[in-house]
């Protein structure tokens, strides 16, 4: 009769095990785990097993060479395991322990049909694709010329990614018979507007005319150079800030990531009497509501500045969707990834949606405003556009 020793043999050196599950521990231990799933990982190009322990509240791995995994699984069906089922391609093994320790192993028909898959991590499905060389990315050094990211780089390439799948999702909302006019107010060093113009123009076709804005005259010329040098003959830069910027009169799409303080709402208004049929906005340095809002019910939060800080940007941020929303858009807050350098990680997206409320979401509006003993900068700049214009 086959040991246990002779199957472990059999199946891990060669790389024919495609899972495994050890079960019924033979003491029964508080805070122990309960039973060991194993399966084939592929490490550096060399086979290893994953062992996933499996506590009541938590799973720890261990990744093993061949030879410990062996010595690691013998032990566990020696001392503390007396069940396991091996599945490989060929056949399934019931492994069987006694009380007395006495080992049966019997062999069935195979359950599984298909080879593993060996890879550790499996590869998240991006916009752009890691391993395909994308021109814009290796200008700006997120990847070498044949398509892999720099590990130093990974974070901002997970953030382009993030960002155009944010934009993906509103396609739909955009003009699809035209040239479409996009600006991004203070674009900085531009990689989402570089990653914007590459996904909107090369991979989906579009015509455009995109304006990235800034204040810093060395960053515009240097982005305004790389726009060249990639061909990118719909993509210029300015020197400029948002309060004074009056090149169009009509926008599809408004950008404005990392805006501080009320040049995010000096945005907004642009994008809304512009009639842009997207806006995406990542808020920072909300302090407006933070010197505005009084509310004795709060005092318990609003006495400790770190929690008042935290507020004042939640609220600031809900004061902007709901204007948005009254003013014709709808309007999501979305989780981003953290900006290069501040925790700001909230997204405000939104679409052109119709006609302008006339009533419930303006009295919502008002309450939560009152309740603030706020004056939003925002309400101001778009009172002509708002319900109440003439009672203000």
Known sequence: MQTINELLGAVLPEGKLVTATLSQPRRKEEGAYTKVAVKPVLLKNELHYQLAYHYEKKVTHDNLTPDDAFAKLSDLL????????FCTLEADYQVLISKKGKTGILKKPPTKKEAPNLSHNRKKTYVLDEGQPVPFLVELGVMNDKGR????KYDKFRQINRFLEMVRDILPALPQDRKLTIVDFGCGKSYLTF???HYLAVQEGFELNVVGLD??????EHC???ARTLNYDGLHFRIGDIADYNE???VDMVITLHACDTATDAALEKAVRWGASAILSVPCCQHELFAQVRSETLEPLLSHGILKERFA???TDAVRSKLLDIVGYKTQLLEFIDMEHTPKNILIRAVKSGEPDTGALWQEYETF???LGAEPYLENALRDRLPSASTL
């Open 369 to 371: 405003r009152n309740f």
């Open 149 to 152: 990211v720099l590990a130093a």
């Open 248 to 250: 169009f009169d009509a």
């Open 224 to 226: 305004e150079a790389l």
């Open 195 to 197: 990653a914007l113009y």
């Open 78 to 85: 020696e001392n503390e395991m007396r069940q396991a089922l």
């Open 313 to 315: 940007a939640l609220a």
């Open 215 to 220: 204040l810093k005259a060395d960053v515009i």
